[in-house]
């Protein structure tokens, strides 16, 4: 079992910079693929940046390549994005994921969610 917390979000202005966190509490979760998703007001989650168990292999989507980057610390069992340049179309509430072994890149394969931490992004 993983269990993981979201924390970080929070209001900024456009151009601005947040750092989130996925803590996660297990023995396993090393063994674990993180992902980042996002869910605006009357949209689909989507995918936004992903990392491989042993942290060698990052992905990221379209929409925030070179302005986001994903981390992950296993020794503190965190996975971090830090999100730098922020745009007011970044505004959602952002989901940290876990898939055993694999990125989850799609929501239906991560295993297990954190509780999500909104982000809003001022113009």
């Known amino acids: 079992q993983v269990q993981l917390v979201d924390s970080g979000g929070g209001l900024v202005q456009a151009g601005g910079s947040l750092r989130l966190s996925c803590a996660a509490a297990g023995r396993t979760f090393r063994s674990y693929g993180v992902g980042w998703f996002r869910q605006a007001p009357g949209k689909e989650r989507e995918f936004v940046a992903g990392i491989s168990w042993r942290g060698g292999s990052t992905d990221y989507a379209d929409s925030v390549k070179g302005r986001f980057t994903i981390s992950r610390d296993n020794a503190k069992n965190t996975v971090y994005l830090q999100m730098n340049s922020l745009k007011p179309e970044d505004t959602a509430v952002y989901y940290c994921?876990?898939?055993?072994?694999?990125?989850?890149?799609?929501?239906?394969?991560?295993?297990?969610w954190g509780q999500g931490t909104q982000v809003t992004v001022s113009s």
């Open positions: 994921a876990a898939a055993y072994k694999v990125v989850p890149l799609a929501r239906s394969t991560a295993d297990y």
